[in-house]
């Protein structure tokens, strides 16, 4: 079995997997599917970062999510600043234009980009599969980057825990700081992923940018974290950075 046939007969059997949680909020299916991340898995697979107009992006969460389907996308995740607007909007297109359908739609799970402070410099959290209604995470649902500790990485990833969520560094290598001290960082105060595969330069086709792929590969082995990918999508295409 091909790789791409494997990640589809695994996308399937994880809609109907058993979970108390709505598909959204299943850790459970997310996990399994982090442990299978390759760098082929993005953009035409799997795609966690991406942005619509309730944030920074271009897109609307409909035009994102009818994108999505055309892809033929088996999991994604809209990962709007500080807001899960863009994720409910998702999911409502997807609930009426799914609605009895004997085709799978794409694995929706919920996410959200938050501002953060680790080793005293700016980082982004990018959080999954968390309850949006779970009173820990609506100081970070409101629109605007936290403030004073509330930012302070640590909580954040509290937070996205309380709520049953996993948390995950976004682009380690984009930061005023080298990513082996920010990955341990991170590590040591439960981060539970990281984003090991992430186009730096924004080339076209999109594809991981080796000499940081590296090094992310490392670290998530070293310390036992998960592994994620994503275009960080702002522009009109699901398929490239801008």
Known sequence: MKAHDSFEVMAINLV???SPHPPAQNTTALREVFETIQADSCPSTYNFHMHTICSDGRLKPEELIEQAVVLDLKGLAITDHHSVRGYKAAQCW???VFD???VDAPHLWTGAEITSKLLEIEVHILCYAFDPEHPAMQLYLQGKAPRGSDAEAANVITAVHQAGGLAVLAHPSRYRLRATELVRAAAEIGIDGMETYYAYNNPSPWKPSPKETTEAI???TTY????TCGT???GLSLLQRL
């Open 16 to 18: 109907h997997s058993a």
């Open 94 to 96: 997807l609930d009426k």
């Open 100 to 102: 009895g359908s004997k």
């Open 218 to 220: 490392q670290l998530a």
């Open 224 to 227: 036992r974290l998960l592994n």
């Open 232 to 234: 960080d999508t702002h």
